[in-house]
Structure formats: C-alpha cells, structure tokens
C-alpha cells in the first residue's frame, strides 16, 4: 500500500509540472537579455490610402507600440538559434553576418510573423504602420510630399531623386557607411528607419483594403526612396527585399 501510494503521489507531481510548464510556455519565449526598442503610438481615426491613388478609407486605431527601427539581421539570429524562425537563404544580401546592423531581409511572410509572435506581438496592421509611418493623414513619405534629400538624412539612398543622378543613389556615393540602420533622420513621429528596404510587411487590419485582405501578409512599396506608394499582397519576389517591424497592442 505505501508503495503503491508513493508512486502515485509521484506521478500527480510529475503531471502538475507539465500542466505549469505549458501553462507559463517560457520555452518559446525569448531570453531576458533579447528586447526590441518600442515606440508608443496614441491611437487616432487613420486615412488609409496613397499618395499616387485615389482609394480613401478612414479607419480607427486604437493605442498601441511598435518597434521603433526595422528587425535586424543579429535580432532575427537569435530567433534562428532559439529555433523558432527558419534562417534566411545564404545567398542573401544580409545574411552573411550575424551582428550587421542591417535590416532582416529574405525572411518569409512566416518567419516574420513567428519572429514577432516570439515576442508577444504581431506583424503591424496596415492601419498601425500607416500612422506610425506618417501621422493620420495621407502623405507620399514620412515627412510629406517632397522628395528625400540628402543634406537632411532623410534616406540612405536620396542621391536617386537628384537630377541627373548616375550610379548608385547613395548619398555622397558611400553606400558602405550609409546602408546601415540608425543613420537616416527618424520621421516626424518618431518611427525610425522608414521604408529603408523598399517594401515593409504589414498584415491586413479587420477589413481588407487596397489590396490587402483582412488578416493576410502584405506589403508597403516604394517606387522612390521612402516612398509610401502602394500596398500589395505579399509576393516571395518582392518580399525577397522587404524589411518588417513588429508591433504589440491596438487593433
């Protein structure tokens, strides 16, 4: 009898750790040294839509955060190596080193959703990225209608929108220096790094709209530098050069 009871105490302990191990999950959650610099965005009604279009929608969106720079590729190693997100192809541009201050590229519309799920949040809403990017209302970039220049560190690549501008668009030709994250002026509402990468992942709010469905992957695309042009599904080709950012909160 008391061997038979001192197995079954042992085994209710056993089943009470597993049940308090998958309740807590801190298996899948990053380490305490890993966080992501958030910025607190107070929500607003938000005109969705472009610049270059003509389609308007306003849509609300509550109070939320959302990483203040893109993902970078050391930020996305350590989600590789806690084997939670597939690790980018060896050909890719970023892929190279681990601790490049450069944004994350070549990651699938999955492993970005992991990434941000792995800490707590989700890809930005088309909504949330919008008034981060540039304020409630429409604006072709971050800061307005004008085009980037060089002299106000506006983008890496501003040299492009130069008249008569050869070669490759980086400002004072140093690309070697200028293509890291950090070194452009932060838009007016604080967000960092906008559009760096000519595309940046958002996922569908509660109702689809320029293209992209409720709840589905897609992207913001420049067709100039810091360009807010268009939105369109996610497409592996084009999401090949995009960046994403994470966000936590809202809608």
Known sequence: MVGSR??????SALLTSVVACEGSDNSLAPPPGIKIDRMPVAGTDVTLGTHLGTLRRVQPVDDFEIS????????YAECVSS???QPA???CPTSASSQSPQPARCISAKDASAFCKWHGGALP????WMLAARGPSVLRFPWGNSHPRCENKQHWRAGLVVAGAAGNGCCDGD???RAVLGRMAPAPTGLADVLFTPAEMVRGGAVGFLGCASGATCLVVSRAPGAIDSVVSYDTRQGIGAGFRCAWGGE
Do not use: H, M, N, Y
Request: glycine share 4%; hydrophobic share 30%; charged share 20%.
């Open 83 to 85: 084997r939670i997100c």
């Open 125 to 128: 809403t088309q909504g949330q």
């Open 89 to 91: 192809p060896t050909d």
């Open 175 to 177: 690309c070697e220096s």
């Open 68 to 75: 203040r720079s893109l993902v970078t590729v050391s930020e």
């Open 6 to 11: 001192t197995k079954i105490l042992a085994i």
